[in-house]
């Protein structure tokens, strides 16, 4: 066995031991990095300068701007509003709730761009209100928990700013606008789905709202609205980068919910940062980690292995971009994203290319995979959020979410084999 098998071995190893193991992310990534390096006798400097060279990048300082915006509009009344004006549109008819929690992860993606903050604002307001309205709690939760995934593909999302980032810097306002219609899609489809089994279990209907109510609610949650339509027309128009929106975004939010809501003092304020800094500690030393081990596979040349394994299987386009998908819907059940993102993408991006995807469209696919792998178990951060908001053990919550994986995946291949679901609307625009 040569020296650069036993360290491939070494490295993905020692890793996949270390999360069965249950230690955090970042530090397996970095303690399998530094096993590897010291095998093959390289100073141990060169997994810090990766692990600094991982962070040390402009791009990622809309990362930081994004949660900070997204937490601020979360605890400053948005959240409350964007339901109201769900109720307004979608509220009237049968199973209405259902389809109020998912119009709102909808208009509340495009402001957090986080499942987990989706679920966690938009599911402590509508899981209790819908089981006090007749509705199972399992079935609540898991509408919740589903619906939250447009928040990924709906921008802006700080996860497409990593995979750009990962690709080599790809265009986001392009990534932005490639994950509009998928995400809408979605939601689309989880609301046909909601209320055929309304219909089924008898769930109610929701009151009709009148117009001088709806227009007062509709001009309340405008201002939260802009927030999407400020970042990315900002994005789109050559006003200012990524970066920037993401830094006009978090003030934007800052003056609607401090000075035009008024619901956020200077002391909730102040909590509001240090839940921002609590997110950011466990997220950027995940991203200078999985540089680190991303910097091995590709010196080790196993994103070539696995392009030579694949095609070595099968030569057909559409059986290998299925592979793709499963492998990704497979890691996606055992590992967080961001780091999925930063090691998958150099290593299925060639492949994809030789088929003739799309870096967008590639993007777009993985983070619904990944996006899908939030929500199964053993590490899908979203439904242990779900579970607990819901109080709903995670077998039951997991077969209630059945149905809506297999929208999800029937969307997923929708979105693989027919490009234009995903290529139309940035090829419109950019």
């Known amino acids: 066995m040569s020296q650069t098998e036993v360290a491939i071995i070494l490295l993905v190893g020692s890793f996949l031991l270390f999360i069965i193991g249950r230690l955090p992310i970042a530090i397996a990534l970095g303690t399998s990095a530094m096993i590897t390096v010291l095998y093959l006798g390289f100073p141990v400097r060169v997994v810090v300068q990766s692990m600094v060279s991982g962070i040390n990048k402009v791009a990622l300082l809309a990362i930081p701007f994004f949660i900070f915006a997204g937490q601020i509009m979360s605890d400053g009344g948005i959240s409350n509003r964007l339901v109201s004006l769900s109720k307004v549109i979608v509220g009237r008819f049968r199973g209405g709730l259902a389809m109020v929690n998912i119009l709102t992860s909808m208009f509340f993606g495009g402001i957090s761009g986080s499942s987990v903050a989706d679920t966690s ?104 609205l802009l927030t999407p339509v400020i970042i990315i027309g900002g994005v789109l128009g050559g006003i200012f980068t990524a970066t920037e929106s993401a830094a006009v975004a978090a003030l934007w939010a800052f003056i609607v919910t401090m000075f035009i809501y008024k619901e956020i003092d200077f002391k909730k304020f102040k909590q509001i940062l240090m839940s921002t800094l609590m997110t950011l500690v466990v997220v950027m030393p995940v991203i200078a980690a999985a540089n680190a081990f991303g910097y091995l596979l590709a010196y080790l040349k196993v994103p070539q292995l696995v392009l030579d394994g694949l095609l070595g299987i099968t030569s057909n386009k559409y059986l290998l971009l299925l592979l793709v998908n499963v492998i990704l819907l497979i890691l996606g059940m055992i590992m967080d994203m961001a780091p999925l993102i930063l090691i998958c993408t150099p290593v299925f991006l060639p492949l994809v290319q030789t088929l003739g995807m799309s870096p967008i469209h590639f993007g777009i696919i993985m983070l619904l995979n990944l996006g899908i792998g939030l929500l199964t178990p053993p590490v899908g951060v979203t439904l242990f959020v779900g579970s607990t908001i819901s109080k709903v053990s995670i077998e039951k919550l997991f077969k209630s979410t059945l149905p809506f994986y297999v929208s999800m995946i029937v969307l997923l291949l929708l979105m693989t084999y027919i490009e234009p679901i995903v290529m139309w609307l940035p090829r419109l625009v950019m």
Not at 142 to 147: A, F, G, L, M, P
Not at 149 to 177: D, E, K, R, T, W
Not at 208 to 219: D, E, F, N, Q, T
């Open 121 to 224: 604002s938009i599911g402590t307001i509508l899981i209790p209100e819908m089981v006090k309205d007749g509705y199972d709690a399992d079935f609540s939760a898991s509408v919740t928990i589903t619906s939250s995934i447009q928040g990924i593909l709906i921008p802006p999302s700080h996860n497409m700013i990593i995979y750009s980032m990962a690709a080599g810097g790809l265009s986001v306002g392009a990534l932005f606008m490639a994950g509009v219609v998928p995400g809408i899609l979605l939601g689309i489809s989880q609301m046909i789905l909601s209320y055929s089994i309304a219909v089924k279990r008898g769930y109610p209907k929701g009151d009709k709202i009148g117009v001088r109510a709806a227009l007062k609610i509709s001009r309340e949650a405008f201002l939260g």
